[in-house]
């Protein structure tokens, strides 16, 4: 009901203070009527219905100009207890509702003028009648029924603070979860990106190499090239489940097909990954230093996929047809270097490839670290840095990056 009765007040606030004036000069004139003492009768029985008009014109603005409405309505309470009304809060009503608007407006100095303005109507109303069985009345009565709307209009203005304050969380916690959507779907999108890219990058670039190779040997030795027309195939495919499966996370959850995805690749698979470059005519070696340990899902797929990712390059790139892979498992790290001994991958123009783009993603994406770039002595280096546990989840619930790492040349895959 209360809810109701402010947004008519809030929609209607001229109407609402015309009533509430009238209302409460009505009250003046009431409780002269009704507020007078045995003892001590007013001296005058006319001046309640001049002040009321008075009070009226001053209420007519109570809510924008409390002060002004105070300074009124204070003057005409004290001359009608002055003259020996008792001061009932029916008398009172006008200073008491300046009092509430006051208050309500967080007035810095409300407080001090309704203390200022009991002390005068105390006063007044003890100066105009002699002391007898209403001197409580005209006292601690008087102090009560002020601090009344003050009290209310403290408890309504911090009211209005809490529902303002709590809109504004709400709005902002919608913002929130918009925004944490929008960067939701921007990170899904971004995976499935890095995904694609690596699956049909890697195997498209195996797969030209190795119809290549079999086109040039076709004429002179046709057994090879039959050998690596197999071999083909099984490119091919392996690059069609990769593409089915990275498709796959677009399904909805209820989707019959969505459990017969491949799983997603790891080292296990780097035997697999070896073949298929020395089809594809690029000599691979894989050294394993320290104590081999299990990872987690998403550090053993960034590994692959770093090692994926840079052998293609060097398939493409590296004219002494040969790299070599290394796995160091350290304490709590695992280091992947991918060398070749080819020239230094070549600039591209602005726009080319995401290759090591992707790859340092990746590796930061799980709380480790990736250069790249030529070597001294001729090649080209990828060397990253990933943890064996997961590392500790930051503020955001996203795992803590090693820091970004610096500038490498762009390279040129697909």
């Known amino acids: ?72 309505t204070t003057p005409a309470a004290a001359v009608l207890t002055a003259v020996g009304y008792l001061p009932s809060p029916l008398l009172l009503a006008p200073v008491m509702a300046a009092l509430y608007w006051l208050t309500v407006r967080g007035d810095p100095r409300a407080a001090a ?14 100066s105009g009648a002699p002391l007898g069985d209403d001197f409580m009345l005209r006292t601690v009565g008087t102090v009560l029924w002020l601090l ?18 709590a809109q504004a969380r709400a709005a902002h916690a919608e913002r929130t979860r918009e925004e944490e959507a929008r960067l939701r779907v921007a990170e899904e999108r971004m995976r499935i990106a890095r995904e694609l890219h690596d699956a049909v990058a890697h195997h498209m ?28 195939v099984g490119t091919t495919s392996s690059a ?17 097909d969505a459990g017969s995805l491949e799983p997603a690749p ?36 960034t590994a692959y996929r770093i090692v994926q990712e840079a052998l293609t390059n060097a398939a493409k790139h590296a004219s002494g047809r040969a ?18 001994d080819g020239p230094p991958l070549p600039p591209v123009v602005p726009g080319g490839g995401y290759g090591l783009m992707g790859m340092r993603e990746r590796a930061h994406s799980v709380g480790g670290d990736l250069r790249a770039g030529p070597r001294p002595e001729g090649g080209f280096a990828v060397t990253a840095t990933l943890p064996i546990q ?25």
């Not at 009344?148 to 304050?165: D, E, H, I, N, W």
Request: glycine residues 8%; charged residues 20%.
């Open 1 to 72: 009901m209360s809810s109701h009765l402010e947004r008519f007040t809030e929609q209607h606030a001229r109407t609402a203070e015309v009533v509430l004036a009238v209302a409460l000069s009505a009250c003046t004139v009431l409780g002269g009527a009704v507020s007078t003492s045995e003892s001590s009768p007013p001296r005058t029985q006319v001046t309640p219905g001049i002040l009321a008009l008075v009070c009226l014109a001053a209420l007519l603005r109570v809510r924008g100009h409390p002060r002004v409405a105070l300074a009124v």
């Open 148 to 165: 009344l709307p003050m009290s209310l209009g403290v408890t309504s203005r911090f009211r209005r603070a809490y529902l303002a304050s």
């Open 266 to 301: 790891g080292l296990d698979r780097l035997p697999e990954l070896v073949a298929a470059c020395r089809s594809a005519g690029l000599d691979v070696t894989v050294r394993t230093g320290g104590r081999a340990r299990p990872l987690t899902p998403g550090v053993d797929l």
């Open 205 to 232: 670039a195996l797969a030209n190499a190795q119809a290549g190779t079999a086109a040039h040997l076709a004429a002179t030795r046709p057994e090879q090239a039959r050998e690596i027309l197999t071999a083909l």
């Open 240 to 256: 069609l489940l990769e593409l089915r499966a990275t498709v796959g996370v677009l399904r909805q959850a209820g989707d019959p």
């Open 113 to 126: 003028l309704g203390y200022a303005t009991a002390a005068v109507l105390v006063a007044t109303s003890l």
């Open 390 to 414: 997961p590392p500790p989840a930051g503020p955001t619930g996203e795992p803590r990056s090693q820091g970004d790492a610096p500038a490498e040349p762009p390279e040129d895959s697909p």
């Open 323 to 340: 790299a070599h892979v290394g796995l160091d498992y350290g304490e709590g790290r695992l280091r992947i270097t991918v060398t070749d």
